[in-house]
């Protein structure tokens, strides 16, 4: 379960230096080892490498503050996300933190989550729509629940400031059709929340995907409500990860991992944190000495 309101104190923050990124993929592949096989731990491990090759602020975030790279990293395993590729599941993005500097932030998308949800086995489809100024829409519940959305495409579809209403249909294994709804004031909040986390600023995701951002605000919703599964039950985690992570709450230690608890306390001395360092730089070693293919 994770952890909403956790106290416990970051890692202190340590700057690596030259070997920065290799240390760090070497320890992201000490991590990915207690949930994949070689291969997909190495994967996780390879894109570090090119994060910091394509993004220098990313690279930055390593060298200054590797703790929330790692952070980030680990959320990405935990969910099993391959993060920045074409997929669009989740990203890992540089940000700047007054008094600590360049650091990394863990995001999921909409995508990833429609994604997470497919996984459960329980979900055959999700759709998502945004309701505009001039739409036909109708919504009903009680124990007979309807909706009905009919777009007027002679309204700028492109203009959010003009969206009411964003919401989620579902089609369940079982052949029921639950619907989730968010008035644009609901979504607003949400969106002014997380602009006040984040230093007054709009994180680049809700500066130019507001369609996006609405809807994955509503499938996080949506996703407390979903049918649990045996199969693979991330989807609720994913919800819970984001928000923390939105929220700046979202801390690693650095003795192992538990699934579905992104919160982990620190338990080890300092010596026992020398020989882990030692050898995730021996991994590392491993793997800048090896070709590994970029994962997906």
């Known amino acids: 379960m994770v952890e909403q309101n956790s106290q416990v104190a970051k890692m202190p923050q340590q700057t690596l230096g030259q070997n920065a990124v290799k240390q760090t993929a070497g320890l992201v592949a000490q991590y990915a080892k207690n949930l994949f096989e070689d291969k997909r731990s190495q994967e996780f491990a390879a894109r570090v490498s090119l994060l910091a090759k394509q993004d220098p602020l990313l690279k930055e975030a390593i060298e200054k503050n590797p703790d929330s790279f790692v952070t980030a990293m680990m959320a990405c395993i935990q969910l099993d996300l391959m993060p920045n590729t074409p997929q669009d599941f989740a ?71 003009k ?16 619907f989730f709804v968010m008035t644009r004031k609901e979504i607003e909040k949400i969106r002014e929340d997380t602009k006040e986390r984040n230093f007054g600023k709009d ?34 985690f994913a919800a819970q990860i984001d928000s923390l992570a939105e929220a700046n709450k979202l801390v690693l230690g650095i003795d192992g991992v538990e699934e579905r608890r992104p919160v982990i306390k620190p ?9 882990i360092q030692k050898e995730a730089t021996s991994i590392a070693d491993e793997i800048m000495e090896g070709e590994v293919q970029d994962g997906a």
Request: hydrophobic content about 35%; proline content about 4%; aromatic content about 10%.
């Open 91 to 161: 990203y890992i993005l540089p940000y700047n933190d007054k008094k600590l500097g360049r650091m990394a932030r863990f995001q999921i998308s909409y995508k990833g989550l429609k994604e997470l949800a497919y996984r459960t086995g329980e979900v055959k489809s999700i759709n998502g729509e945004i309701v505009f100024e001039g739409d036909t829409f109708d919504v009903e519940f009680g124990t007979d629940r309807k909706l009905t959305h009919k777009p007027n495409f002679d309204v700028d579809r492109t203009d959010f400031t």
């Open 163 to 178: 969206a009411t209403h964003a919401y989620i249909t579902v089609v369940l294994a079982n052949g029921e059709k639950p």
């Open 203 to 236: 994180t680049p995701a809700w500066a130019k995907w507001w369609d996006q951002q609405a809807l994955k605000t509503v499938l996080k919703r949506a996703a407390k409500m979903l049918p649990s599964s045996t199969k693979d039950n991330r989807l609720a």
């Open 267 to 275: 338990r080890l001395n300092d010596e026992a944190k020398a020989e």
